[in-house]
T-cell receptor, first 110, second 114 residues
Protein backbone atom coordinates (compact mmCIF):
# COMPACT_ATOMS: atom_id res chain seq x y z
CA UNK A 1 0.00 0.00 0.00
CA UNK A 2 1.29 3.46 -0.90
CA UNK A 3 2.25 5.47 2.15
CA UNK A 4 3.57 8.96 2.92
CA UNK A 5 5.01 9.88 6.32
CA UNK A 6 6.03 13.41 7.20
CA UNK A 7 8.21 14.57 10.07
CA UNK A 8 8.24 16.40 12.30
CA UNK A 9 4.51 16.92 12.90
CA UNK A 10 5.19 20.48 14.06
CA UNK A 11 8.22 22.76 14.01
CA UNK A 12 8.80 26.15 15.58
CA UNK A 13 11.73 28.22 14.30
CA UNK A 14 13.03 31.70 14.90
CA UNK A 15 13.01 34.02 11.92
CA UNK A 16 16.17 33.37 9.94
CA UNK A 17 16.73 29.89 11.42
CA UNK A 18 17.06 27.44 8.52
CA UNK A 19 15.75 23.87 8.75
CA UNK A 20 14.40 20.92 6.75
CA UNK A 21 11.13 19.03 6.62
CA UNK A 22 11.14 15.32 5.80
CA UNK A 23 8.78 13.26 3.65
CA UNK A 24 9.33 9.48 3.56
CA UNK A 25 7.36 7.52 1.02
CA UNK A 26 6.60 3.96 0.02
CA UNK A 27 5.18 3.54 -3.44
CA UNK A 28 5.50 0.88 -6.08
CA UNK A 29 6.86 3.01 -8.90
CA UNK A 30 6.94 6.74 -8.29
CA UNK A 31 5.43 8.89 -11.00
CA UNK A 32 5.79 12.15 -9.12
CA UNK A 33 6.20 13.66 -5.65
CA UNK A 34 4.44 16.92 -4.83
CA UNK A 35 4.88 19.57 -2.16
CA UNK A 36 1.98 21.81 -1.17
CA UNK A 37 1.54 24.66 1.28
CA UNK A 38 -1.71 25.04 3.21
CA UNK A 39 -2.72 28.14 5.14
CA UNK A 40 -5.47 27.97 7.79
CA UNK A 41 -8.94 27.91 6.30
CA UNK A 42 -7.66 27.46 2.75
CA UNK A 43 -7.04 24.68 0.29
CA UNK A 44 -3.54 23.32 -0.36
CA UNK A 45 -1.47 25.44 -2.75
CA UNK A 46 0.91 23.72 -5.14
CA UNK A 47 4.66 24.37 -4.69
CA UNK A 48 6.76 21.74 -6.52
CA UNK A 49 6.72 18.48 -8.44
CA UNK A 50 9.76 16.18 -8.37
CA UNK A 51 9.99 13.24 -10.74
CA UNK A 52 13.24 11.37 -10.15
CA UNK A 53 15.94 10.82 -7.54
CA UNK A 54 18.52 13.56 -7.52
CA UNK A 55 16.16 16.22 -8.77
CA UNK A 56 15.99 19.59 -6.98
CA UNK A 57 13.65 22.55 -7.33
CA UNK A 58 13.75 25.99 -5.75
CA UNK A 59 11.30 28.78 -5.11
CA UNK A 60 12.33 31.79 -3.07
CA UNK A 61 13.43 30.45 0.34
CA UNK A 62 12.29 26.88 -0.37
CA UNK A 63 14.23 24.06 -1.98
CA UNK A 64 12.86 20.56 -2.50
CA UNK A 65 15.06 17.51 -3.05
CA UNK A 66 14.26 13.88 -3.83
CA UNK A 67 15.91 10.51 -3.18
CA UNK A 68 14.55 7.03 -3.83
CA UNK A 69 12.95 6.87 -0.39
CA UNK A 70 12.39 10.42 0.79
CA UNK A 71 12.11 14.08 -0.04
CA UNK A 72 13.26 17.10 1.91
CA UNK A 73 11.88 20.61 1.89
CA UNK A 74 14.69 22.93 2.94
CA UNK A 75 13.72 26.35 4.26
CA UNK A 76 16.50 28.92 4.24
CA UNK A 77 16.31 32.02 6.46
CA UNK A 78 12.54 31.71 6.91
CA UNK A 79 10.23 34.63 7.56
CA UNK A 80 6.99 34.71 9.58
CA UNK A 81 4.98 34.61 6.34
CA UNK A 82 6.41 31.13 5.68
CA UNK A 83 4.32 29.84 8.60
CA UNK A 84 1.90 27.24 7.23
CA UNK A 85 1.31 23.51 7.01
CA UNK A 86 3.48 21.85 4.36
CA UNK A 87 2.06 18.75 2.73
CA UNK A 88 3.86 16.08 0.74
CA UNK A 89 2.03 13.82 -1.73
CA UNK A 90 2.95 11.02 -4.12
CA UNK A 91 1.48 9.66 -7.31
CA UNK A 92 2.24 6.10 -8.39
CA UNK A 93 2.87 5.20 -12.00
CA UNK A 94 0.14 2.56 -12.04
CA UNK A 95 -2.76 4.96 -11.48
CA UNK A 96 -3.60 8.63 -11.01
CA UNK A 97 -4.25 8.68 -7.27
CA UNK A 98 -2.50 11.44 -5.32
CA UNK A 99 -1.84 10.30 -1.73
CA UNK A 100 -0.97 12.86 0.94
CA UNK A 101 0.99 12.77 4.16
CA UNK A 102 -0.43 14.40 7.29
CA UNK A 103 1.78 17.44 6.94
CA UNK A 104 4.25 19.45 9.01
CA UNK A 105 2.91 22.54 10.80
CA UNK A 106 5.63 25.17 10.57
CA UNK A 107 5.60 28.26 12.77
CA UNK A 108 8.19 30.99 12.27
CA UNK A 109 8.57 33.33 15.22
CA UNK A 110 9.50 36.98 14.51
CA UNK B 1 -9.67 31.41 -14.43
CA UNK B 2 -11.31 31.64 -11.00
CA UNK B 3 -9.81 28.35 -9.90
CA UNK B 4 -11.70 25.43 -8.40
CA UNK B 5 -14.95 26.65 -6.87
CA UNK B 6 -16.69 24.83 -4.04
CA UNK B 7 -20.00 25.51 -2.37
CA UNK B 8 -21.10 25.98 0.25
CA UNK B 9 -18.06 27.12 2.24
CA UNK B 10 -19.68 26.08 5.48
CA UNK B 11 -22.49 23.64 6.19
CA UNK B 12 -24.06 22.80 9.52
CA UNK B 13 -26.66 20.05 9.50
CA UNK B 14 -28.39 17.69 11.86
CA UNK B 15 -27.59 14.02 12.04
CA UNK B 16 -29.68 12.04 9.57
CA UNK B 17 -30.05 14.86 7.06
CA UNK B 18 -28.83 14.70 3.47
CA UNK B 19 -25.87 16.90 2.60
CA UNK B 20 -24.74 17.84 -0.92
CA UNK B 21 -21.38 19.45 -1.59
CA UNK B 22 -20.68 21.02 -4.95
CA UNK B 23 -17.58 21.59 -7.06
CA UNK B 24 -16.78 23.39 -10.29
CA UNK B 25 -13.33 22.36 -11.58
CA UNK B 26 -10.97 24.53 -13.60
CA UNK B 27 -12.10 24.73 -17.20
CA UNK B 28 -10.26 22.24 -19.40
CA UNK B 29 -9.16 20.00 -16.56
CA UNK B 30 -10.04 16.34 -17.08
CA UNK B 31 -9.33 14.94 -13.61
CA UNK B 32 -11.38 15.72 -10.53
CA UNK B 33 -10.58 14.55 -7.00
CA UNK B 34 -12.63 14.65 -3.78
CA UNK B 35 -10.70 14.68 -0.49
CA UNK B 36 -11.69 14.79 3.17
CA UNK B 37 -9.40 16.44 5.73
CA UNK B 38 -9.43 15.88 9.50
CA UNK B 39 -6.81 16.49 12.16
CA UNK B 40 -6.57 12.79 12.93
CA UNK B 41 -6.35 11.38 9.39
CA UNK B 42 -5.09 14.27 7.31
CA UNK B 43 -6.13 14.51 3.66
CA UNK B 44 -7.84 11.32 2.49
CA UNK B 45 -8.71 10.66 -1.14
CA UNK B 46 -12.36 9.66 -1.42
CA UNK B 47 -12.91 9.31 -5.17
CA UNK B 48 -11.56 10.62 -8.44
CA UNK B 49 -12.95 11.05 -11.94
CA UNK B 50 -11.34 11.16 -15.35
CA UNK B 51 -13.37 12.70 -18.17
CA UNK B 52 -16.46 12.60 -15.93
CA UNK B 53 -16.11 8.86 -15.28
CA UNK B 54 -15.46 7.60 -11.72
CA UNK B 55 -12.14 5.74 -11.79
CA UNK B 56 -11.50 4.80 -8.18
CA UNK B 57 -13.96 5.15 -5.30
CA UNK B 58 -12.13 2.87 -2.89
CA UNK B 59 -11.71 5.75 -0.46
CA UNK B 60 -15.43 6.37 -0.07
CA UNK B 61 -16.01 5.36 3.55
CA UNK B 62 -19.51 3.91 3.31
CA UNK B 63 -22.53 3.54 1.08
CA UNK B 64 -23.85 6.71 2.66
CA UNK B 65 -21.38 8.58 0.46
CA UNK B 66 -21.93 9.01 -3.26
CA UNK B 67 -20.37 11.24 -5.92
CA UNK B 68 -21.40 12.21 -9.41
CA UNK B 69 -19.96 14.19 -12.27
CA UNK B 70 -22.73 14.80 -14.80
CA UNK B 71 -20.55 17.02 -16.99
CA UNK B 72 -17.03 18.43 -17.22
CA UNK B 73 -17.85 21.53 -15.19
CA UNK B 74 -19.73 20.15 -12.21
CA UNK B 75 -19.45 17.46 -9.54
CA UNK B 76 -21.33 16.66 -6.34
CA UNK B 77 -20.52 14.70 -3.22
CA UNK B 78 -23.59 13.57 -1.30
CA UNK B 79 -23.86 12.14 2.19
CA UNK B 80 -27.16 10.50 3.11
CA UNK B 81 -27.81 10.14 5.98
CA UNK B 82 -25.14 12.28 7.59
CA UNK B 83 -23.52 11.38 10.93
CA UNK B 84 -21.43 13.43 13.39
CA UNK B 85 -18.28 11.49 12.39
CA UNK B 86 -18.64 12.91 8.88
CA UNK B 87 -17.70 16.33 10.24
CA UNK B 88 -14.58 17.43 8.35
CA UNK B 89 -13.37 19.77 5.63
CA UNK B 90 -14.10 18.42 2.17
CA UNK B 91 -11.88 19.52 -0.71
CA UNK B 92 -12.32 19.24 -4.41
CA UNK B 93 -9.27 19.40 -6.70
CA UNK B 94 -8.76 19.24 -10.45
CA UNK B 95 -5.84 18.60 -12.78
CA UNK B 96 -5.11 18.30 -16.47
CA UNK B 97 -3.74 15.37 -18.38
CA UNK B 98 -2.17 12.06 -17.50
CA UNK B 99 1.18 11.91 -15.86
CA UNK B 100 2.92 14.18 -13.47
CA UNK B 101 0.59 17.10 -13.23
CA UNK B 102 -0.24 18.89 -10.04
CA UNK B 103 -3.77 19.15 -8.70
CA UNK B 104 -5.33 22.53 -7.90
CA UNK B 105 -7.56 22.71 -4.86
CA UNK B 106 -10.70 24.63 -4.00
CA UNK B 107 -11.19 26.46 -0.72
CA UNK B 108 -13.06 23.53 0.81
CA UNK B 109 -16.41 23.00 2.50
CA UNK B 110 -16.37 22.78 6.28
CA UNK B 111 -19.10 20.32 7.25
CA UNK B 112 -20.39 20.08 10.79
CA UNK B 113 -22.97 17.41 11.63
CA UNK B 114 -24.62 17.89 15.02
Amino acid sequence: EDQVTQSPEALRLQEGESSSLNCSYTVSGLRGLFWYRQDPGKGPEFLFTLYSAGEEKEKERLKATLTKKESFLHITAPKPEDSATYLCAVQADRDDKIIFGKGTRLHILP
Amino acid sequence: DAGVIQSPRHEVTEMGQEVTLRCKPISGHDYLFWYRQTMMRGLELLIYFNNNVPIDDSGMPEDRFSAKMPNASFSTLKIQPSEPRDSAVYFCASSFGEGNTEAFFGQGTRLTVV
